[in-house]
C-alpha cells in the first residue's frame, strides 16, 4: 500500500497567508508524522496534530524524528523547517513559494543587479529600521557606522532597562556556553529570527542569496530582513530573558521573542515591508496570486499565454 496521504496537496487558495500564520513552534524529543494534510508530534503524553498550512516556521529541537511525508507536507504548505539544537540553529530548509508566482523575486533579481537601486532599497531598509535619521545621502560606509552605532545604542539601553550587565558583543561560533547569559540570549533571539525571516521569504518566493545590505552569502537578503527588527523585537527580548536568570536562557529566549512575535503581528508585517522594498507602495495592494499562471517573453516586454504554439496564424492550438 503507497504511505502517499490520499489528500491531494492544497490550492494556494486554500493556504493560509503567511502574514497570518502561527510565527513557529517548538518541538523536542518527538517523532513528526503527516495526516492528511495535517502533521502530528507524538511523545510520551500523546498525540498532537497541528494544521501544516498554519505554521510559519517548525522548529525541531534534540530527540525529535521526522517522516519523509511530514517534511512533503510541511513544503507544499510553504512552511520553513529549523534544525535547532541547545547551541542554536543548525540547518534551514524553506518550503515552496505560497505565491506560486515569480514577480516578487523578478522584482528583487532587477534591483539587485543595479548598483544604483540596490543602493536605493539599502537606504530603504536603513530608513525601516530608523525612521529618524535620513539615509539618502550617506554612503554604504556612512550606513555601516550609523548601524553600528545604533546597535550598540541598543544593547546600553536595554542592559539599563533590564539591570542586566553588558560589556560587549561576543559570539563563540561552536562554542553557546562560552559567552555569558546576555550574548547567549542574543544569540538564541537572532537565530530565531533569521528561521523566521527565511521563512517568509522563501513563501513569498523571494531569492534568500540576494541582498542588498549583506552579500556573499546564501542567506543573505534573509539576514537584511531579519536585521529590520533587530533592535526593536530581538534584542529587547533576549534581555528579558536573560533578565530572569542564567539558566535555561536560550528556552526562554524563544518563549519571550515568539510572544513578542505575535503581539507586534511581525509576520504580517514582514510580509508589507518586503513588497514595499521590493515593489514600493503600489504593490501593497495588489493580491496574492491564486493560481498557477506561466507566461513567455515577447518582443516589447509583452507577456503570452504559456501553453500554446505560435507557429501559425492563431494561439489557439495548445503546445501540448
Known sequence: MTTVSRRGASSPRE?????????????????????????????????????????????????????????????????????????GVRFYAGGRALTRSSRLVEAQATAWANRRTRLDVARAMYRMRFPEDDPSGHTRQELLSMEGRRVKECYRRESARTGVPWRRREYHQGDFAAGDAANQAVTASAQ????????????????????????????????????????????????????????????????????????????????????????????????????????????????VEAGRNYDGPTDEEPLW
Open 192 to 303: 530565531c529570527m533569521y528561521g523566521v525571516a527565511h521563512a517568509v521569504v522563501a513563501a513569498l518566493g523571494c531569492a534568500p542569496g540576494l541582498g542588498f545590505v549583506h552579500s556573499g552569502h546564501e542567506r543573505s537578503f534573509v539576514l537584511d530582513i531579519a536585521d529590520l527588527y533587530k533592535t526593536e523585537i530581538g534584542i529587547p527580548a533576549a534581555f528579558d530573558a536573560a533578565a530572569v536568570g542564567e539558566e535555561d536562557v536560550a528556552t526562554r529566549t524563544r518563549r519571550a521573542l515568539r510572544d513578542r512575535i505575535n503581539s507586534t503581528g511581525l509576520l504580517d508585517r514582514c510580509v508589507r515591508d518586503i513588497k514595499e522594498l521590493l515593489l514600493g507602495q503600489t504593490g501593497l495592494a495588489e493580491p496574492e496570486g491564486t493560481a498557477d499562471r506561466v507566461s513567455l517573453q515577447s518582443d516589447g516586454d509583452r507577456l
Open 15 to 87: 493556504l493560509t497567508r503567511v502574514g497570518d500564520r502561527v510565527s513557529f513552534i517548538y518541538l523536542e524529543r518527538c517523532t513528526v508524522h503527516r495526516e492528511d494534510n495535517a502533521i502530528t508530534a507524538t511523545d510520551a503524553d500523546g498525540v498532537t496534530h497541528i494544521p501544516s498550512a498554519t505554521i510559519g516556521t517548525l522548529l525541531l529541537g534534540p530527540g525529535t524524528r521526522l517522516s519523509h511525508q511530514a517534511m512533503a507536507v510541511l513544503g507544499e504548505c510553504g512552511a520553513g523547517v529549523v534544525w535547532v539544537g541547545e547551541q
